[in-house]
């Protein structure tokens, strides 16, 4: 198990911002691919961002130019920062991670082996 333990989420207004963190304990973290995911009330889970191990940087239609995904591999912790955002953003974020070195689809939830707890994201208009 490679426990992932998200943290950041809260309550913001709508045009605001908010920055979500994960760290990872266990699994060699600068070697995996790092995820976030989002679940709005009766949705469906939804890929919201990626960093390669490389660090390169992969975003869902509806959150590129206004969130940024990073990581830190001497802290095990990948970031989510959030900006101007909208009652539409109003979810329970997860953060995954894929240690294996099989191929995958980025935006491919299922293909991350592990995810976190998650923590709510409320955005009010």
């Known amino acids: 198990q490679v426990p992932l333990v998200e943290s950041g989420g809260g309550l913001v207004q709508a045009g605001g911002s908010l920055l979500l963190s994960c760290v990872a304990s266990?699994?060699?973290?600068?070697?995996?691919?790092m995820a976030w995911s989002r679940q709005a009330p009766g949705k469906e889970r939804e890929f919201v961002a990626a960093v390669s191990r490389s660090g390169t940087p992969y975003y869902g239609d509806s959150v590129n130019g206004r969130f940024t995904i990073s990581r830190d591999n001497a802290k095990k912790t990948v970031y989510l920062q959030m900006s101007d955002l909208n009652a539409e953003d109003t979810a329970v974020y997860y953060c995954g991670a894929k240690y294996s070195s099989t191929p995958y689809v980025v935006g491919d939830l299922s293909g991350y082996e592990y995810w976190g707890q998650g923590t709510q994201v409320t955005v009010s208009s």
């Open positions: 266990g699994g060699s973290f600068s070697t995996g691919a």
